[in-house]
């Protein structure tokens, strides 16, 4: 078996979580890619000679899945290395919420044994994909498995938000930014601003407004098979468009188009995990005393 292994930080609890995937990987005879920056950070107390990987070029569909070490900001920038290579991910949570790095670092070795008997399955995520008409510095990877926003930059003043849906003119937003959301994202960022929460399947797509200065406008769901276009106006020349964690700044005026990206992100999870399940353990809907 040949596993991907990829995080960002070296807390104590990281640490640990690396030091047993290494028994284990020793102990089962188990090929390990390591990203190179992660490794530098992790690996002081920890020496191996397993093999090191820098982008995206240096994976290739033999490996059979990719482990995050961290939260859910770790899993999401773990795509820009799998992208379209079709290796599932699963993360092992060191942080805190995590509604996507679902494995529990306290059952860490039981859980991991599973795992490596082939005991998960594999569910497709959709992404979006972003295009616009001056070249960025994300021009490399236009994609996004939570969010795409906008938002503004260098001022507290709101910015204007021209949206269209299909060509067909929606709303001129006039807010803080604006989410267009996955269903992935749909428990993060998005749920924070007011958003609905959808369904892995629903083949859906969410807009929620941030903060708009009209409280008429409320979010909306639209499918997913919709081209989104935007344009934003505001006191500033430029604004924010954010990537999932990714951020760059674009001139204003500049038009940004959204689709569905034309291949998926598969996560791997157990099958008693489901997602009604994560709804209540993380959003603590059980913990109503009426339910008891």
Same mark, same amino acid.
């Given at each position: 078996m040949k596993i991907a292994i990829y995080g960002q930080s070296s807390d104590k609890v990281s640490e640990k979580i690396f030091s047993e995937i290494l028994n284990i990987a020793n102990d089962r005879n188990i090929f390990l890619i390591i990203e190179k920056k992660y490794n530098s950070i992790i690996s002081k107390n920890h020496q191996h000679n397993h093999q090191l990987f820098a982008n995206h070029y240096d994976l290739d569909n033999s490996i059979d899945l990719m482990i995050t070490i961290g939260g859910d900001g770790t899993l999401l920038r773990s795509i820009t290395y799998v992208r379209d290579l079709g290796i599932p991910i699963i993360g092992i949570n060191s942080g805190r919420l995590g509604f996507l790095a679902t494995l529990n670092q306290e059952m860490l070795n039981s859980e991991l044994d599973i795992i490596l008997n082939g005991g998960y399955e594999i569910r497709e995520r959709t992404l979006l994909e972003v295009s616009f008409e001056k070249k960025s510095k994300l021009s490399d990877f236009n994609y996004a498995l939570n969010e795409v926003s906008v938002g503004r930059e260098n001022t507290t003043s709101m910015i204007e938000i021209k949206t269209t849906l299909d060509g067909e003119?929606?709303?001129?937003?006039?807010? @803080?930014?604006? /989410? &267009? !959301?996955?269903?992935?994202?749909?428990?993060?960022?998005?749920?924070?601003?007011?958003?609905? *929460?959808?369904?892995?399947?629903?083949?859906?797509?969410?807009?929620?407004?941030?903060?708009?200065?009209?409280?008429?406008?409320?979010?909306?769901?639209?499918?997913?098979?919709?081209?989104?276009?935007?344009?934003?106006?505001?006191?500033?020349?430029?604004?924010?468009?954010?990537? @999932?964690?990714? /951020? &760059? !700044?674009?001139?204003?005026?500049?038009?940004?188009?959204?689709?569905?990206?034309?291949?998926? *992100?598969?996560?791997?999870?157990?099958?008693?995990?489901?997602?009604?399940?994560?709804l209540r353990n993380k959003l603590l809907w059980g913990e109503d005393k009426r339910n008891i």
């Open positions: 003119y929606l709303n001129t937003y006039w807010a @803080d930014g604006l /989410i &267009i !959301s996955t269903p992935t994202g749909s428990t993060g960022y998005s749920l924070s601003c007011g958003g609905p *929460i959808m369904t892995p399947s629903s083949q859906t797509f969410s807009i929620t407004p941030i903060a708009p200065h009209n409280l008429n406008a409320r979010p909306l769901i639209i499918s997913d098979e919709t081209n989104i276009e935007l344009s934003v106006k505001g006191r500033e020349e430029s604004h924010l468009l954010s990537l @999932d964690s990714r /951020i &760059i !700044s674009l001139t204003n005026d500049t038009k940004i188009k959204i689709k569905k990206a034309n291949y998926k *992100i598969k996560l791997a999870s157990f099958s008693n995990n489901s997602f009604y399940k994560t």
